[in-house]
């Protein structure tokens, strides 16, 4: 079972930038999928962007052209750069790594991997 290690949060003002990392150790193979979440104080886990295992990748709306997500060739690391961060980034992002449990493979239920989450402060 795969283990991963998100960092790279901290405190920064509106328009700066960081570049989350979430390092996978052990077996990441034949997964679906990788990607970001994050979750504000009082509200609901919500997806940031994911890249599925052929390289395709998708975001929320509200961080379209800020941000982007990338993958080491080895699968190992999964990276988030995030651009021009408003205070409505601010959250706790997590890292996951869904593979599938069912014959119906990626198009039915999966099993996730989650890290322990990086917090991320963007002030006015």
């Known amino acids: 079972q795969a283990q991963l290690v998100e960092s790279g949060g901290g405190s920064v003002q509106a328009g700066d930038s960081l570049k989350l990392s979430c390092a996978a150790t052990?077996?990441?193979?034949?997964?679906?999928?990788m990607g970001w979440y994050r979750q504000a104080p009082g509200k609901a886990r919500e997806l940031v962007s994911i890249i599925k295992s052929d390289g395709t990748t998708t975001y929320r709306d509200s961080v379209k052209g800020r941000f982007t997500i990338t993958q080491d060739n080895a699968r190992s690391t999964l990276y988030l750069q995030m651009n021009n961060l408003k205070t409505d980034d601010t959250a706790v992002y997590y890292c996951?790594?869904?593979?599938?449990?069912?014959?119906?493979?990626?198009?039915?239920?999966?099993?996730?991997?989650w890290g322990r989450g990086t917090q991320v402060t963007v002030s006015s």
């Open positions: 996951t790594a869904a593979r599938p449990i069912s014959p119906a493979g990626c198009r039915g239920p999966t099993n996730n991997v």
């Open positions: 052990g077996n990441i193979f034949n997964y679906c999928a």
